[in-house]
């Protein structure tokens, strides 16, 4: 499975929205890799456009010094957050420069590019020309000055009369319609499919795909024609080719070097560009589309928009540090919206924190691995042999079944692209597993009877409940469900998808070699936080 994450622009600092697709894209790939499947993650930078050369001008820098310490800064988040990524592309490489270049000359080639005059309004924040019919005029409440903006983002536009190429976007209208409605889940979730089929279907302009030179440098030049400059985003998007290889690949055989992808992962602001652009100009290269994208949506904070320009904002590296890199992966993952947006707020991390983590996870891990009335090794070695009788209990019987159905079921909600509902799943499980062991309360059961059997029981049903969750969860939260399954004693080998059945692993029950249970806070899976904000 191949996986491209949206390219961050190198325009500013990360926030939460590009930590939030980070974690999306490695779930997903850390799902595949669980599965047993060859997979393939690519992230990296955007550094072209009239964005970052005049944001480099205010910076006052060298436009490549520019980017390469954001670009540094990017790469830094990725392995802070614990990426699993193989490549990191930055579309100001050579390599990168060559695919865009042979890209464009075969569109010309083919005659799917011409030069003509364009005017309209042109917003330098989102790298894209607005018809007259979807800018307004806006006023700055903080300064009272007017000015046009786009309908759709709120990002000034300034008018613009230049000639330059197009590419002949509106012949590909009837094609990629036939391709939507042959595909009705290209783009998720549904309710974006829909949008996009209604934006075709009410027809397609010819797309200007160049700037002139004394416009724009910063960028890859026009083959033949060094007056012009390659449009960003055409640019940008072939940057999901040239790491499968482009324009090298064997006829034939694309599929070998990792085209086309499976999921390209995205914001919803550039549904767009992803969605209609991308696939007309590999359809007028005969070159197949992705076979998914996954649109997400935004974080607010406040249920405010995040802006720069009145800071309201997020850090992604102070969230991390404050939080830690599994917590936050799990509340983004948890909380993250994929149909509406969801609010970031410290509080609400803390929140599912206490009660997913800490006091969910963590407090049955504790008090089934430390226990002094039992023995976990004991139970699974009687349970996994056939000398123990299952529980009876009914609350038994429907956690047992909950366990055996949870695969299954985690599975689909990642075929649906649907990691969020998977973890929700998990947890409900997890939540289930405390209120059965509450209940059947093996300290009270140890203390009035002679036998070991019935507490063995209630324990390893609880024990099977980690072992199984703490596999499914290792995409949210590598770090610390390693540490969860060396405390179970799990063996390396016994950790994917295919070993997360109930009653099939008969060796685990023993900490790995260096695992200490510890007391109070040592060893503990996730203690207490020690902040409350």
């Not at 820098?61 to 390469?68: G, H, K, N, S």
Request: with cysteine; proline share 5%; aromatic share 10%.
């Amino acid at each position: 499975m191949v996986l491209a994450y949206a390219l961050a622009s190198s325009f500013g600092a990360p926030h939460i929205g590009h930590l939030y697709t980070l974690v999306l894209s490695d779930i997903l790939k850390r799902w595949q890799v669980l599965r047993g499947n060859k997979a393939i993650l690519c992230t990296g930078t955007d550094e072209h456009g009239m964005k970052i050369q005049r944001a480099a001008e205010d910076a006052d820098l060298d436009v490549r010094t520019f980017c390469d310490q954001n670009s540094q800064v990017f790469d830094l988040l990725a392995q802070r957050v614990g990426v699993d990524r193989d490549h990191f592309i930055r579309t100001s490489e050579p390599a990168h420069r060559f695919a865009v270049q042979h890209f464009w000359s075969m569109l010309r080639e083919r005659g799917h590019i011409y030069s003509s005059k364009h005017e309209g309004w042109y917003s330098i924040s989102d790298e894209t020309f607005y018809p007259s019919s979807a800018v307004q005029l806006a006023l700055d409440p903080s300064t009272g000055r007017k000015f046009m903006s786009s309908i759709e983002t709120g990002k000034e536009v300034e008018w613009s009369s230049e000639t330059n190429y197009h590419f002949r976007l509106s012949a590909f209208r009837d094609r990629l319609l036939d391709f939507y409605e042959a595909h009705p889940g290209f783009v998720v979730p549904e309710t974006r499919m829909n949008a996009v089929v209604r934006a075709v279907s009410d027809g397609l302009s010819d797309l200007s795909v160049s700037r002139p030179i004394e416009r724009l440098t910063w960028g890859i030049p026009v083959p033949d024609d060094e007056s012009q400059t390659i449009y960003v985003w055409l640019d940008a998007l072939v940057n999901y080719l040239t790491k499968s290889n482009y324009p090298f690949q064997l006829p034939g055989q694309e599929d070998a070097a990792g085209w086309p992808a499976d999921v390209h992962v995205i914001g919803k602001d550039i549904i767009r560009f992803h969605c209609i652009y991308w696939p007309a100009f590999l359809f007028a290269l005969d070159i197949p589309p992705p076979r998914q994208i996954l649109t997400h949506s935004h974080w607010t904070l406040g249920r405010q928009k995040m802006a720069k320009s009145t800071g309201n904002v997020v850090n992604p590296f102070f969230a991390l540090e404050r939080f830690g890199v599994d917590a936050i992966r799990y509340y983004m993952a948890h909380d993250g919206g994929i149909r509406d947006d969801a609010d970031y707020e410290n509080a609400y991390v803390t929140d599912r924190y206490r009660k997913g983590l800490y006091g969910g996870l963590g407090n049955l891990a504790s008090r089934v691995t430390r226990g002094k009335l039992w023995n976990v090794r004991r139970a699974v070695q009687d349970a996994t042999s056939g000398a123990l009788p299952p529980a009876g209990e009914q609350i038994a019987q429907n956690l047992r079944r909950i366990l055996v159905n949870l695969p299954d079921i985690v599975a689909r909600k990642f075929d649906e692209l649907d990691s969020g509902a998977a973890l929700r799943e998990i947890m409900e499980v997890i939540y289930a597993t405390n209120s059965y062991l509450q209940a059947a309360a093996p300290w009270s059961v140890a203390k009035t009877t002679s036998t070991t059997s019935e507490v063995d029981s209630i324990i390893y049903l609880c024990t099977e409940s980690l072992r199984v969750c703490g596999i499914l969860l290792q995409p949210y939260m590598p770090s610390k469900m390693k540490h969860l399954l060396d405390m179970l004693g799990v063996k390396t080998g016994n950790r994917m998808f295919a070993n997360a059945i109930i009653g099939t692993d008969e060796s685990y029950g023993v900490p790995l070699p260096g695992i200490s249970l510890g007391q109070g806070l040592e060893g503990v899976l996730f203690p207490p936080l020690t902040t409350e904000f």
